[in-house]
């Protein structure tokens, strides 16, 4: 289907924001350019750089229309032709001269600067998949490829929310397991928790939970892992959460290779609409390809230097990993410990260039009675400040406001009289 709508950047005052865009990323699968312009080109390059063209094999070459017909005079088509056209005649023939050689199931996607609504209608009639106005961006490219592969009513699947701590111990797996308790609760999103952590996550006792599998069952069999296979191992933890728990057991060592949870992440998108990813404090390569995969990104971090310093690398990181996406979100955790002397919100917000979602006081005895009960805060109380935060963060990574806003609240202080007498 051509989308009629596509606009260039300048015209589209509504484009959605990166948080509310969801692009999927495309499988395994062949795509040939051919561009007229060194424009075109160079966003179609960028394009496959991009995360989620990652998996897809993309060539470019110039010469458009007749370099496509040439070079499939004799070679196979591959899942994906990407044509530049500017000239309605030419673009027209030539797809019926492509048509002829073109096999099934390779998908064509046209880039042009004309804005007519016949040439749309020829081209649909020519069973063009997707039309592009010029002048393109990365990103353009990337979401016209990739929703060649995920059908409209995959609206619901699949985005990864990773977790990290700028160090150790700042509460990077408490902070995720809230705000996943969040996602699911007030936002009423099916989530997903996957502690990452093998030896030592927290996960299970978190949400008072012992399965007997877990994600460690999948990583350790990966030609096993599809839907129902993944489904047995999560455990469900409210109506809308469910849990893929470590082991956190020892007597295995978790060395895992950069592509190790790859099919466990594919399998979790294809059928849960937010996967949060507890990823542990350690630098390595499945960790961070992790971080540079995922949809959006949370770091937590402590108020002193050394988190400062690891949060601004990893921003930076990140931001040159992934150009075609929104940077990473960042929150303080710990703040306001007695006697220990801070780098403040502001500072941090300088040095990073970016202000944190929410900057979430240290208060052991709320969050040491959660851990040790294994609950979550607004198990505890449901008034704590905290609990705001969490929201606040769950709805930015999301792009979603809260749906379950208890609509009660105006009147709940009445009805509590009344229940009092
Ligand atoms: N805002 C807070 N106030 C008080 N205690 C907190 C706060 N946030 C987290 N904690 C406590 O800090 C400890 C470490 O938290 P957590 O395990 O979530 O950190 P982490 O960053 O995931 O650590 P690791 O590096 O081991 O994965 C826990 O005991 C937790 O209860
Ligand atoms: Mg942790």
Redesign the pocket.
Known sequence: MISYARQTQEEQPEAPSPAEEHIAPAPRVSVQAFCETVETAAAVQSAGEDRRLGKAHLKIQMGGMAAAIEAYRSAPTPNVIVLESDARNDLLTGLDQLATVCDAGTRVVVIGSINDVMLYRELVRRGVSDYVLAPVSAIDVVRSICNLFSAPEAKAVGRIIAVV?A???????????NVAWAIARDLAMDAVVADL?LA???AGL?YNQDPPQGIADAVFSPDRVDTAFIDRLLSKCTDHLSLLAAPATLDRVYDFGTDAFDAVFDTLRSTMPCIVL?I??QWSGWTKRALIGADDILI?AAPDLANLRNTKNLFDLLKAARPNDRPPLYCL???GIPKRPEIAATEFAKAIESQPVVS?????Q???A??NNGQMIAEISANHK?IEMFLQIAQRLTGRSETKKQKSSLLSPLIGKLRGK
């Not at 160090?167 to 397991?177: D, L, N, Q, R």
């Open positions: 701590g160090k150790g111990g700042v509460g990077a797996s408490t902070v995720s397991h952590d030592f996550g927290t978190d507890d542990p404090h937590v955790n710990q703040v979430i006081p240290f208060e052991p709320i969050f040491g959660a851990a905290s």
